[in-house]
């Protein structure tokens, strides 16, 4: 901490205005500079808030999941849809719009988070697309025509979209300054391994009948969705 030279100027004046009492004005400097040494060390000694601890890296890896489901919900599609279009009779371009259509709706959804996160805060938007991402899910593992499960892809684009813009900012903001780069590109790390999941997700259900290892594929996801919904609500 130092001081300006209009508060230097200020003391001088001070000290020369005291009728010359030189006792009195070596008391008055001898307080300042032990006033600015305590300080000097007090700033020494403040330890600064700058690590990564493990309440900071939880919280970060679980609002991560929001990139998670996005690429998991990318990646299983490509499989899945395999099997749909089989059971549900579905045509090209109807199986087009279903794949085409979470990417869509997530500007919608992407739009909205920005004044939601303002006004409810940043866990609850969060726990917002888990809720939107676990409904979704349930309605696509149930779905029996071409447009309810349109309809959960839509559900779920929403939960993308909002999921997206929230996490990485709740990341940023939790993140200290020395480690926030590494922190918030944790986002785009996951949606590549969602994606990988995904396709994993697609391999190994494909062994289970036809009519049922797509269903499993596509509501699996509601698991991650309930992970993330409980880290908003309870930590």
């Known amino acids: 901490m130092e001081f300006s030279d209009e508060e ?15 006792s009195s004005a070596e ?13 000097s060390r007090s700033d020494e000694a403040s330890p600064p808030h700058d690590r990564v601890n493990a309440f900071v890296l939880s919280s970060v890896m679980m609002a991560s999941l929001d990139s998670t489901l996005l690429g998991y919900d990318i990646g299983v599609m490509s499989g899945a849809i395999l099997f749909i279009r089989d059971e549900l009779g579905l045509s090209t371009v109807e199986s087009e719009i279903l794949v085409g259509s979470l990417n ?12 939601l996160s303002d006004s409810v805060g940043r866990r609850k938007t969060i726990g917002l697309s888990a809720v ?18 349109l ?29 926030r780069g590494m922190l918030v590109s944790f986002s785009e790390i996951f949606i590549n ?43």
């Open 132 to 149: 939107l991402f676990v409904i979704g899910a349930l309605i696509m593992a149930v779905a029996g025509s071409f447009w309810v499960l």
């Open 193 to 235: 391994v969602g994606i990988l999941l995904g396709y994993l997700s697609s391999f190994f259900f494909s062994y289970l009948d036809a009519d049922v290892g797509w269903r499993w594929m596509l509501g699996i996801s509601g698991v991650p969705g309930l992970l993330l919904f409980a880290f908003a609500v309870f930590m």
């Open 104 to 115: 869509f709706v997530s500007l919608f959804g992407a739009l909205a988070a920005g004044r």
């Open 8 to 22: 230097g100027r200020g003391g001088v004046a001070a000290m020369m205005s005291g009728g010359g009492d030189d």
């Open 27 to 39: 008391s008055d400097v001898d307080v300042a500079v032990m006033g600015r040494r305590r300080l």
């Open 151 to 179: 309809s959960g892809r839509i559900v779920t684009g929403l939960g993308v979209g909002i999921g997206l813009v929230v996490a990485p900012l709740y990341s940023a903001e939790l993140s200290p300054a020395n480690a």
